[in-house]
């Protein structure tokens, strides 16, 4: 099964990047993997959210038109201990699944038409993080899912 990551605008911050970095490799021993990037709409200080949104959408909707398993990386979404989200990592595995994406909004959210796209949301914590620290917390939890999966020593229960 191929995991990609979907997310908009480039990280920022070189000290996110090397850790998004350093766990990309990691997940190359399980799985393939990799991150897309949708560039960040250009000239909208003078737009309102929700037409930011809709733009923003319409492009993360071209980036997923061929894709099937999409989960929404979203506060309000379920959450799952490292446990539960390894579970349900073994799940796709074993289910005929091909390609499991999961998607990085950018600082408003997604727009409704790629709410109606998903399978489902999921929430990485109650709290908010900005949309380029979810991404190095992302890899890491589905590196952590991993080695729960092979039982490898890296979780401590």
Known sequence: MKISLIVTGKTDSKWLHEGIEV????LKFYTPFEIKVIPDLKNTKSLPVGQQ??????????????????????EGGKTFSSVEFSQFMEKKMMSSCRELVFVVGGPWGFSPEVKNRAKGEI????MTFSHQMVRLLFVE??????????GEPYHNE
Not at 23 to 26: A, F, G, I, L, M
Not at 53 to 72: H, P, S, T, V, Y
Request: glycine fraction near 2%; charge should be positive.
């Open 123 to 126: 929430s990485l914590s109650k």
């Open 53 to 74: 949104k809709i733009l923003e959408g319409r492009q993360m909707l071209q980036a997923l038109a061929d894709k099937e398993d999409i989960f929404l990386l979203d």
């Open 23 to 26: 766990y990309c490799k990691r």
């Open 141 to 150: 939890q589905l590196y952590r899912a991993f080695t729960i999966i092979k």
